[in-house]
């Protein structure tokens, strides 16, 4: 995956955040205060408007600077995850311009560590991880075994897609969800739908 292809992942995961607001918005109202998808859309608006003046920083500048812009626009519990997410994966792809499938497990698997140090979640919480923990553990499973990253993160996001149907049965341990305690079953997590948003944008941009 080179520079070029990064920006189209996130040209198209913030796309993607903007046609999806009312939808993320309308799964947070089921479990949490309605407003993951008005949260995402305004860290992803201002990135879009920033995404042109990254064209000459090599991936790590790139993802870090995505880190900083959503950390600083987004309110709520996604805004802290997902810029430690962009912010450790960019540590993980410090001056690349180029990631290979291995370069990209440990950007994955960076990004993945933050969210559960900085959420302190655990798989099966009912967060975005539920969807991100299984997808990274199929890609690394497929470039274990030699797949190509395209193929990889195929299968990664096959998996993602039912994971993600997959939280409607759990009952939320963490954030607003979890107040509502054994009402939050039966609903879809907001966050893991934007997650899987984020690594099917990843996926199509290769
Ligand atoms: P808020 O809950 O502050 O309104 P959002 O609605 O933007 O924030 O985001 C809610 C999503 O954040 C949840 O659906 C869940 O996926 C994720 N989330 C909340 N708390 C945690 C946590 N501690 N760890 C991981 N993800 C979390
Ligand atoms: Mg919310
Ligand atoms: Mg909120």
């Known amino acids: 995956m080179n520079t070029e292809q990064v920006l189209r992942w996130l040209q198209r995961f913030a796309t993607k955040i903007e046609q999806n607001k009312e939808y993320l918005t309308e799964l947070d109202a089921a479990i949490g205060d309605a407003d993951h998808g008005i949260n995402m859309e305004r860290g992803f608006k201002k990135l879009l408007v920033q995404l042109p003046t990254y064209s000459s920083k090599d991936i790590g500048s790139i993802l870090k600077a995505v880190s900083m812009t959503l950390i600083s626009s987004i309110g709520g519990a996604s805004g802290p995850l997902y810029g430690t997410f962009f912010l450790r994966a960019s540590a993980a ?5 180029e990631l290979d499938e291995r370069d990209m497990l440990d950007l994955l698997k960076a990004g993945l560590d933050g969210v559960m140090e900085r959420g302190k979640t655990q798989l099966g919480d009912k967060t975005m991880l539920d969807v991100l923990y299984p997808a990274v553990t199929v890609y690394e499973k497929a470039v274990g075994e030699g797949k190509l ?12 897609e039912q994971a993600l149907q997959e939280t409607s049965m759990l009952q939320a341990k963490k954030g ?6 054994e009402r939050s079953v039966g609903h879809q997590d907001p966050g893991a739908a934007s997650c899987f948003l984020m690594l ?6 290769l």
């Open 93 to 97: 792809v410090a001056d690349k311009d």
């Open 176 to 181: 607003r969800a979890s107040y509502l305690g």
């Open 149 to 160: 990253m395209r193929v990889a993160m195929q299968q990664a996001i096959d998996r993602a």
């Open 200 to 205: 099917k944008c990843l996926c199509d941009s």
